[in-house]
């Protein structure tokens, strides 16, 4: 089974609400894009759920001012089913607008 809880043009960071399916472990599947201003810098997407980190995606942008697809992150989770804040937030140099889009979906 699978539910999309984020499917949204940016800028970041983005927050949502919504009810964790599964005591069980779920996967945490993170898709979307970025830019910045200067060469040769590294894209970062910080993925929480809770206030907790899951982890980061990383592209390296060799050239600035162009959006990058960034690669798709798979974080797996263990928690109580309850209400969960899910946060995706970009890292310093990492810049996202409306030109942007990010997916997250639960796979359980």
């Known amino acids: ?45 910080q993925v929480m759920v809770d206030d907790k980190v899951l982890g980061t995606i990383q592209q390296l942008a060799a050239a600035a001012t162009t959006h990058l697809a960034l690669p798709t992150g798979f974080f797996a989770v263990s928690r109580q089913i309850s209400q969960a804040v899910l946060t995706l937030s970009a890292g310093n140099d990492t810049i996202t607008d409306a030109n942007d889009h990010f997916t997250v979906a639960l796979i359980f």
């Open 1 to 45: 089974m699978s539910q999309v809880v984020i499917n949204q043009a940016g800028p970041l960071p983005i927050k949502q609400s919504f009810m964790w399916p599964s005591s069980e472990s779920i996967i945490v599947a993170v898709s979307g894009s970025a830019w910045t201003q200067k060469p040769n810098t590294l894209l970062t997407l």
